[in-house]
């Protein structure tokens, strides 16, 4: 394996990595071979395919497939032969693959620039003695607790300060323009000061499966000025009470498995690899990131607007939001257009 580092400014760098051609066609045979034996043709049995025709029939598949490891695995390599640690995964820019020629590929990336500090040892430090008192460690078990808090759908349970409601949300505009909308996804905590009171007087003691409708007048400086003067009915149908449940202080977190890090490359995948023995250069494309990190799944109060009443910010209706456990974004209603 040849290496080249080239340094494009202060904080890119570029690298050309050349794979050896005898490393290429092992990792080709290998792949065709893996094919052989289980690949379906029809006139053939399983395992008895010529090696001809697997390459003739999926041939541009499995270069595809070889090139793509080879990037991986070969980009690693050389970030740990030169001793580089990127700040993000390399992005693949082009790669040239010659059948019995040295595969080549380019990527490029950034590092931390260089920094060279001076006359700080010169500087004088107060040194402050930290005091932890019982009152700290309290506050900070309590916020601990709170965010590994789970919530649990409690069976015949009426809403109480504190549970999470999960439900849907209809509002039709009874005095003032507005776009009215229906069965919205909504997930409001009981009593929470965000929320508008007639809101939580609507949420308090509801439970799955009732229906509360209510009005709520707005005043004319109301800070949304999408309901603003307005009056507006809801139907509030609730779906399920969910319950928090705090961790004991006690409960040890479970420690993470140590993983070695590797490097993935953005766009490593070629795409339309040739057939076999055809000489290309093609762009890499700006791949997404292949190390999806996964967000924490919580329920938390839907924050209001203005003055914590429940109403539209941005044209929303300030109350709804995904239900727990989702991935979307809070869902937006635009109520200032149409009746």
């Avoid at 395992?47 to 090139?67: H, N, T």
């Avoid at 010659?98 to 500087?123: C, D, I, K, S």
């Avoid at 229906?182 to 939580?200: C, L, R, S, V, Y």
Wanted: aromatic content about 6%.
């Amino acid at each position: 394996m040849k290496v080249t580092i080239s340094e494009l400014n202060s904080c890119k760098r570029g690298m050309e990595v050349e794979v050896p051609p005898e490393v290429v066609t092992s990792e080709m045979t290998k792949a065709l071979e893996a094919y052989q034996h289980k690949a379906r043709i029809p006139g053939f049995r399983r395992g008895k395919i010529p090696l001809s025709v697997v390459k003739q029939r999926f041939g541009k598949q499995v270069e595809g497939e070889v090139l793509s490891r080879l990037i991986e695995e070969f980009a690693h390599r050389a970030l740990e032969e030169k001793r580089i640690e990127p700040i993000h995964h390399p992005v693949l820019d082009e790669y040239d693959y010659r059948q019995g020629e040295p595969f080549v590929f380019r990527t490029t990336f950034e590092v931390r620039p260089a920094l060279q500090v001076e006359g700080y040892r010169a500087l004088e430090v107060e040194r402050r003695e930290a005091e932890v008192t019982e009152d700290r460690v309290e506050t900070a078990l309590a916020s601990l607790r709170e965010r590994a808090a789970k919530y649990s759908t409690r069976e015949g349970r009426k809403a109480e300060p504190g549970d999470v409601v999960v439900g849907s949300l209809s509002g039709r505009f009874l005095e003032g323009k507005g776009k009215n909308f229906q069965n919205e996804p909504i997930t409001m905590t009981a009593g929470a000061e965000d929320n508008h009171p007639d809101f939580n007087a609507a949420l308090a003691g509801i439970g799955a499966g009732e229906t509360r409708n209510f009005q709520v007048r707005y005043p004319s400086d109301y800070p949304s000025g999408n309901l603003a003067g307005r009056l507006v009915e809801y139907v509030l149908a609730a779906r399920e009470v969910k319950v928090k449940e705090l961790p004991s202080p006690t409960t040890s977190s479970p420690r993470r498995s140590e993983t070695s890090r590797r490097w993935k490359i953005s766009g490593a995948r070629p795409a339309g690899a040739g057939s076999p023995g055809t000489g290309r250069r093609r762009r890499g494309g700006q791949g997404q990131n292949l190390d999806g990190a996964r967000g924490e799944e919580r329920i938390r109060s839907p924050r209001l607007d203005g003055r914590g009443a429940a109403g539209p910010s941005d044209g929303g209706c300030g109350a709804c939001t995904a239900a727990p456990g989702s991935r979307s974004e809070p869902r937006r209603l635009e109520l200032e257009r149409g009746t």
